[in-house]
């Protein structure tokens, strides 16, 4: 399907020749997005193909682009470094036009004084994280990796990570934006719509944050988010991280006002306490159950290979089975990564003491293969850059988290048992990569100082095999009815599995929801924002009346999942 | 080969976008964090590693056709290999360097080619050189210096200057200096002279295997002849075919060894001393295919096996080509040794090093995009404060010459065996 003439000239107008294609091939390149393949027919890896990419320079741009996408009835969809499937356009043979975010990549300013970074869409997190903490300063890099658009995380997706529990997530530290409504209206919120600068989200002026976030993030759903200012914190430590050692385990030594752990724990009910000792106690700066997403069956033997270079994947399946990493496994079963900073030699020590009590207090342990120095630095570097988050897809390029949901340490050791059973099972099939039921990955908390805590499944499947990506399916849709089962809501699974469905289906599954006033609400906002319709489902919305017209009934249990 | 081959690698890549960057664990700012120079002139994704697995895809489902522009974004790059590192920080299972020279052979074997290579190639064949210059005209680098020609006589090492040298005028110096050291060392060495050919390896990787094997199995039969067991090159370029491409493709068991790792070892060994200093700061750019494509070549003949059910290994295991062991502390070593010489160290060095913009074919098809890849290193080089950067390769030298006389920037260039002759 092709752009007409007349839409694509006046693009090309606006943004230059070199700026917008429609070669099939290049498009082809924004279709493909990890994940397709659990929801595509004949599980292709290509979602609905872009009529057109346009690489916009500036917020004006974006802007008269818009407008002309209103003025031919074009869908528009933005992403910045472009990653999941709902990144893509959404409906086959549905004109749409992809916003390519790269060539608005700067940092526009760095406020020392009042500790605001403003940016573009195409900084990540790597690049903001460099130059910040140059200055002193930090923030927390998102769950999924320095590789990914600081910008999208705080304005178009409820973006958290490690270092949320001390810094507050990106959609949290999120001030001033400058957002391009689908209709072409360029807004600026917070306190930059009344001049006063991008230093406070909530004014003077008005805050949108909650409107153009809606109930999951607008994910390139409700129109292109320009810029916008992202709050920093205070960062003790070392000017530059200073990566030494070979690819790919690079390892980060450890100032000296920094303490890095992993931290094990005999069984759920003392992981939970030991997260709740920790938020009270407000110690630590990163905070993560990460590499147990690995597979609490194969996660040491993975991990120690990674960090040598001279070893590769078959080494992983010999040191299985090596008798001196037995006790890792062991202790690592149930593990989280922990990293403290203190402003001085007294300030740590003392959370070290604090630290040894919380672990007293509640049988952890920290596990002591992954203490050790080598290992130590090599988290050191993996937790505070994020560079290695790709590691997901490490055994064979599919993966899939389900069973998410946020909540209280004890919400989630509620679930967590029966996420490890349920997934033990599904790898009977031998169709999904068998790492152990337990592959949960989480953040110690969404919210600074503690209180919400989520573990993810970490699913891997091969992604060039149609056996293993419909039995990674099949978990999906098993984990919905094992989690409500528990009497949970279903997790991520839910999610994108619905990025597949026809409009109708997703109307219909939302309509049947008991808080679909959330749909109805979003509906106004769409209309008032998106008069056109150009926006696509990513921005959760509901026609007027269409639980009424379609004889859909509400069923308590219906939810939309992650537990928003 | 054929695209169906990629077809595994592009199955599993997942668009992460990491092939765009240096490894991020190595990223000290905004301006210096960027990977690969095919993307950011390009800047659509199909100019990425990964972006050019999907149009493979693309193209064997029969979803696209190949045009101009799909042409465009499968030659538009330097085969630098800065996507193969980054890519492999997380991935065991997945070759985008091998892919991107396949897709190319590829595209060649299907007549999808650049006319604009075409006079280098004819060069090739008639010439047997990459600057399209007269084959008589070979050798006579060497001036009046006397060294053994191996047509004649026999040893068992022989020195291969490569094309660039070989016929580049201003850079020739450098190739008569590495003489001048191996013979002030004593060593028992030789030249083919106008015998000397091409490697091959440009060819190789402008997707003409074909021309690249006819190259290899020139000289290796010239060798054979002479004797010889050990070549020794000033050239990053022919370094790596030598290396990598002549084991791999032509079954060569030639030792392969670049001039700088030479010298590094006689320095280390006490039998060559700097007398003079070198009053001058230096910053130090690592090529590509002497930095992370400069790692030994592993012979293997295997097959995908899965272990815990899905996960991807190899029988036997499969090398793991990832940067992690280029050659870059030998020529670092040699300029911390001459005295007086400082070393500043730019952002983005050895596995992550910038490409200087000359490989793949770059600089003969889109010399733009070529210099405009050499400018970029220029800047990163001149943020250090060094009065030159040095190399040891004389494609990039020439690059970064070219870009260094276009702005008019007075940063020297300079080959690491020019600062050694100084220093002696």
């Known amino acids: 399907m092709e752009i007409s003439r007349d839409a694509y000239r006046a693009?090309?107008?606006?943004?230059?020749?070199?700026?917008?294609?429609?070669?099939?091939?290049?498009?082809?390149?924004?279709?493909?997005?990890?994940?397709?393949?659990?929801?595509?027919?004949?599980?292709?890896?290509?979602?609905?193909?872009?009529?057109?990419?346009?690489?916009?320079?500036?917020?004006?741009?974006?802007?008269?682009?818009?407008?002309?996408?209103?003025?031919?009835?074009?869908?528009?969809?933005?992403?910045?470094?472009?990653?999941?499937?709902?990144?893509?356009?959404?409906?086959?043979?549905?004109?749409?036009?992809?916003?390519?975010?790269?060539?608005?990549?700067?940092?526009?300013?760095?406020?020392?004084?009042?500790?605001?970074?403003?940016?573009?869409?195409?900084?990540?997190?790597?690049?903001?994280?460099?130059?910040?903490?140059?200055?002193?300063?930090?923030?927390?890099?998102?769950?999924?990796?320095?590789?990914?658009?600081?910008?999208?995380?705080?304005?178009?997706?409820?973006?958290?990570?490690?270092?949320?529990?001390?810094?507050?997530?990106?959609?949290?530290?999120?001030?001033?934006?400058?957002?391009?409504?689908?209709?072409?209206?360029?807004?600026?919120?917070?306190?930059?719509?009344?001049?006063?600068?991008?230093?406070?989200?909530?004014?003077?002026?008005?805050?949108?944050?909650?409107?153009?976030?809606?109930?999951?993030?607008?994910?390139?759903?409700?129109?292109?988010?320009?810029?916008?200012?992202?709050?920093?914190?205070?960062?003790?430590?070392?000017?530059?991280?200073?990566?030494?050692?070979?690819?790919?385990?690079?390892?980060?030594p450890i100032h000296e006002n920094f303490r890095v752990y992993s931290i094990g724990a005999p069984d759920w009910d003392a992981w939970a306490n030991c997260y709740h000792e920790i938020y009270d106690n407000r110690i630590g700066y990163i905070f993560h159950k990460q590499f147990g997403f690995a597979g609490a069956n194969i996660a040491p033997a993975m991990w120690l290979t990674y960090i040598d270079p001279t070893k590769t994947m078959n080494d992983v399946e010999t040191a299985v089975h090596d008798p001196e990493l037995q006790e890792v496994f062991k202790e690592a079963r149930i593990s989280f990564q922990f990293v403290m900073a203190g402003n001085s030699t007294d300030d740590i020590q003392l959370q070290d003491k604090i630290l040894d009590a919380i672990l007293a207090n509640t049988g952890c342990f920290k596990v002591k293969r992954y203490c050790e120095k080598d290992f130590a630095e090599f988290t050191n570097m993996y937790m505070q850059r994020m560079g290695h988050k790709h590691c997901n897809y490490m055994w064979v390029g599919g993966y899939m988290g389900s069973w998410m949901q946020w909540g209280t340490p004890d919400f989630v050791k509620g679930y967590a048992p029966a996420a490890v059973a349920a997934f033990d099972r599904d790898q009977k099939s031998h169709l999904l990569v068998e790492c152990g039921g337990d592959a949960l990955m989480g953040p110690g908390s969404a919210l600074p100082g503690g209180g919400q805590t989520a573990l993810e499944q970490f699913v891997s499947y091969d992604s060039a095999d149609n056996a293993s990506i419909k039995a990674c399916i099949k978990h999906m849709e098993d984990a919905i009815v094992d989690s409500r089962a528990i009497g949970y809501p279903p997790g991520k699974e839910s999610i994108y599995l619905q990025v597949g469905w026809d409009q109708e289906r997703v109307f219909d599954a939302w309509a049947k929801m008991p808080q679909q006033f959330i749909f109805n609400f979003q509906r106004k906002i769409k209309a008032a924002f998106d008069p056109n319709n150009l926006g696509d489902r990513n921005y959760q919305w509901l026609p007027e009346d269409w639980a009424e017209k379609r004889k859909v009934e509400t069923n308590k249990e219906s939810h939309v999942g992650l537990g928003h | 080969?054929?695209?169906?081959?990629?077809?595994?690698?592009?199955?599993?890549?997942?668009?992460?976008?990491?092939?765009?960057?240096?490894?991020?664990?190595?990223?000290?700012?905004?301006?210096?964090?960027?990977?690969?120079?095919?993307?950011?002139?390009?800047?659509?994704?199909?100019?990425?590693?990964?972006?050019?697995?999907?149009?493979?895809?693309?193209?064997?489902?029969?979803?696209?056709?190949?045009?101009?522009?799909?042409?465009?974004?499968?030659?538009?790059?330097?085969?630098?290999?800065?996507?193969?590192?980054?890519?492999?920080?997380?991935?065991?299972?997945?070759?985008?360097?091998?892919?991107?020279?396949?897709?190319?052979?590829?595209?060649?074997?299907?007549?999808?080619?650049?006319?604009?290579?075409?006079?280098?190639?004819?060069?090739?064949?008639?010439?047997?050189?990459?600057?399209?210059?007269?084959?008589?005209?070979?050798?006579?680098?060497?001036?009046?210096?006397?060294?053994?020609?191996?047509?004649?006589?026999?040893?068992?090492?022989?020195?291969?200057?490569?094309?660039?040298?070989?016929?580049?005028?201003?850079?020739?110096?450098?190739?008569?200096?590495?003489?001048?050291?191996?013979?002030?060392?004593?060593?028992?060495?030789?030249?083919?002279?106008?015998?000397?050919?091409?490697?091959?390896?440009?060819?190789?990787?402008?997707?003409?295997?074909?021309?690249?094997?006819?190259?290899?199995?020139?000289?290796?039969?010239?060798?054979?002849?002479?004797?010889?067991?050990?070549?020794?090159?000033?050239?990053?370029?022919?370094?790596?075919?030598?290396?990598?491409?002549?084991?791999?493709?032509?079954?060569?068991?030639?030792?392969?060894?670049?001039?700088?790792?030479?010298?590094?070892?006689?320095?280390?060994?006490?039998?060559?001393?700097?007398?003079?200093?070198?009053?001058?700061?230096v910053t130090y750019h690592d090529p590509c295919h002497l930095g992370r494509q400069g790692e030994e070549y592993v012979p293997w003949n295997g097959k995908e096996k899965k272990i815990f059910g899905q996960a991807v290994c190899y029988e036997p295991p499969r090398p793991r080509y990832n940067g992690a062991f280029g050659i870059y502390e030998p020529p670092r070593d040699v300029l911390k040794a001459i005295p007086g010489l400082e070393l500043v160290e730019m952002e983005r060095i050895k596995e992550a090093g910038w490409c200087c913009g000359a490989g793949g074919g770059a600089s003969q098809a889109y010399p733009e995009f070529s210099r405009w890849t050499a400018t970029e290193r220029i800047e990163e080089a001149k943020s250090t404060g060094a009065d030159a950067i040095v190399s040891a390769c004389p494609w990039c030298e020439r690059n970064f010459l070219d870009a260094t006389s276009a702005d008019g920037t007075k940063m020297k260039v300079l080959d690491i065996m020019e600062l050694v002759e100084q220093a002696l």
Request: include cysteine; hydrophobic fraction near 35%.
């Open chain 1, 11 to 252: 693009i090309e107008d606006i943004v230059g020749p070199d700026n917008v294609t429609d070669d099939p091939a290049l498009l082809d390149s924004y279709a493909f997005e990890v994940m397709a393949e659990t929801v595509r027919p004949n599980q292709s890896h290509f979602m609905p193909r872009p009529w057109a990419t346009v690489l916009p320079g500036s917020t004006e741009e974006v802007q008269a682009v818009t407008k002309v996408c209103n003025k031919y009835k074009i869908k528009l969809k933005p992403l910045s470094t472009g990653w999941y499937h709902w990144a893509a356009p959404l409906t086959d043979n549905e004109p749409t036009v992809q916003f390519d975010l790269r060539r608005m990549n700067r940092i526009l300013e760095i406020d020392e004084k009042n500790r605001f970074a403003i940016i573009e869409p195409y900084v990540i997190g790597a690049q903001l994280q460099a130059e910040v903490i140059k200055r002193g300063l930090n923030f927390a890099i998102i769950g999924a990796g320095s590789s990914c658009s600081v910008l999208a995380g705080a304005c178009a997706y409820s973006g958290v990570g490690p270092g949320a529990f001390n810094m507050g997530g990106q959609a949290e530290n999120l001030l001033g934006q400058e957002w391009v409504t689908p209709g072409g209206d360029i807004i600026r919120t917070g306190s930059l719509s009344s001049g006063c600068g991008w230093f406070c989200s909530e004014g003077p002026g008005p805050s949108l944050r909650a409107v153009t976030r809606g109930v999951l993030g607008s994910r390139g759903g409700l129109g292109t988010f320009t810029k916008c200012a992202i709050k920093l914190s205070h960062y003790p430590g070392p000017p530059i991280m200073e990566a030494q050692g070979r690819l790919p385990g690079y390892r980060m």
């Open chain 2, 1 to 281: 080969m054929s695209l169906e081959d990629l077809r595994l690698d592009a199955m599993r890549c997942t668009r992460c976008a990491y092939c765009k960057w240096i490894p991020f664990d190595l990223v000290k700012s905004w301006r210096f964090s960027k990977g690969c120079p095919s993307i950011e002139y390009g800047k659509f994704h199909s100019y990425s590693a990964g972006g050019r697995l999907i149009t493979a895809l693309s193209l064997m489902d029969g979803r696209s056709t190949v045009t101009e522009k799909v042409i465009d974004t499968v030659f538009k790059c330097t085969l630098c290999g800065q996507c193969d590192v980054s890519c492999k920080m997380c991935r065991y299972d997945l070759e985008p360097l091998a892919d991107m020279r396949e897709l190319r052979s590829t595209f060649v074997q299907d007549g999808h080619e650049l006319p604009q290579l075409q006079p280098v190639l004819d060069g090739l064949r008639k010439e047997f050189n990459m600057l399209g210059q007269s084959k008589k005209q070979r050798g006579n680098w060497i001036a009046d210096l006397q060294v053994k020609d191996l047509t004649k006589e026999k040893a068992k090492i022989v020195f291969h200057a490569g094309c660039r040298y070989s016929f580049d005028g201003e850079l020739g110096h450098v190739a008569r200096t590495a003489v001048k050291i191996l013979q002030k060392a004593g060593v028992d060495f030789g030249i083919m002279g106008k015998q000397e050919n091409c490697c091959g390896g440009h060819a190789y990787d402008m997707g003409y295997q074909k021309d690249f094997r006819t190259r290899a199995d020139f000289n290796l039969k010239a060798w054979t002849e002479a004797g010889v067991d050990t070549v020794i090159t000033p050239c990053s370029d022919c370094y790596f075919a030598f290396k990598r491409l002549y084991t791999a493709e032509a079954g060569s068991t030639i030792k392969v060894i670049h001039m700088v790792e030479f010298v590094d070892q006689l320095i280390k060994a006490g039998q060559l001393k700097f007398t003079k200093p070198v009053a001058m700061t």
